[in-house]
């Protein structure tokens, strides 16, 4: 195991003291895989998961964990899920795996949100890591040259579909000094679904694995 994967499962573990019953939400994504291992060790004090995506859908069954869908289960009490990116506000770049959508759900639908990633991924400003936008194929043109009028330089996701039938443009060259105000913007150009900019809903713990051990920042 590499010292980032190392650090990935670190984190991951330490997330396992929030479960606390329940049915819980998960999201996608190599740390993720590394919470879902251990979170069936103690699938006995859940009542089940929600799943941001087929890959994790297959994974958590696999471990005998019931999944559930949202609309059947209600309000989450926790959603554990990873970031490409967080600045210190816990405001996160998230899809680079394709499920950023059916995250931002299953966040939305969360009373906390637990991010768990490797120190690297805590940045000082967002934007280094390509945006995701997910967007109805029809409209992936129209869309792409109205990111060209915000600075950005999209580049389709060639051969990617996403778990709900959509197309992913990655969004290069943005520096996002207002997460917040962006990530309105976005969503509202005509055909997007949505994109990976999670500021309106935050992460509201980030635990980072480190060399020395997990660090955790909250809001």
Not at 2 to 15: F, I, P, T, V
Not at 35 to 41: K, R, S
Not at 157 to 185: H, S, W, Y
Request: aromatic letters at 4%; proline letters at 4%; one cysteine or more.
């Amino acid at each position: 195991m590499s010292d980032q994967d190392a650090m990935k499962k670190q984190a991951a573990e330490a997330a396992l003291s929030y479960v606390e019953g329940g049915v819980i939400g998960v999201g996608t994504g190599s740390t993720v895989n590394h919470f879902i291992d251990a979170l069936a060790g103690i699938k006995g004090r859940i009542d089940g998961a929600v799943s941001s995506s087929v890959a994790s859908t297959t994974r958590l069954e696999a471990h005998g964990i019931r999944v559930l869908d949202l609309n059947a289960a209600g309000e989450l009490s926790l959603y554990v899920d990873g970031a490409d990116e967080s600045n210190e506000r816990l405001e996160l770049i998230k899809g680079g795996g394709g499920a950023l959508t059916r995250e931002k759900i299953v966040a939305a639908a969360s009373r906390q949100f637990v991010c768990i990633a490797d120190e690297s991924k805590l940045v000082r400003v967002l934007g280094a890591f390509p945006l995701p936008v997910e967007v109805i194929p029809m409209a992936r043109s129209f869309v792409a040259r109205e990111l060209v009028r915000l600075g950005g330089s999209p580049v389709w996701r060639d051969g990617f579909v996403t778990d709900n039938g959509n197309q992913i443009l990655d969004v290069q060259n943005l520096e996002i000094l207002e997460p917040a105000k962006l990530e309105q913007t976005i969503n509202n150009i005509a055909g997007v679904v949505t994109v990976g900019i999670f500021a309106l809903r935050p992460a509201d713990v980030l635990i980072l694995g480190t060399p020395d051990g997990p660090r955790t920042l909250r809001r």
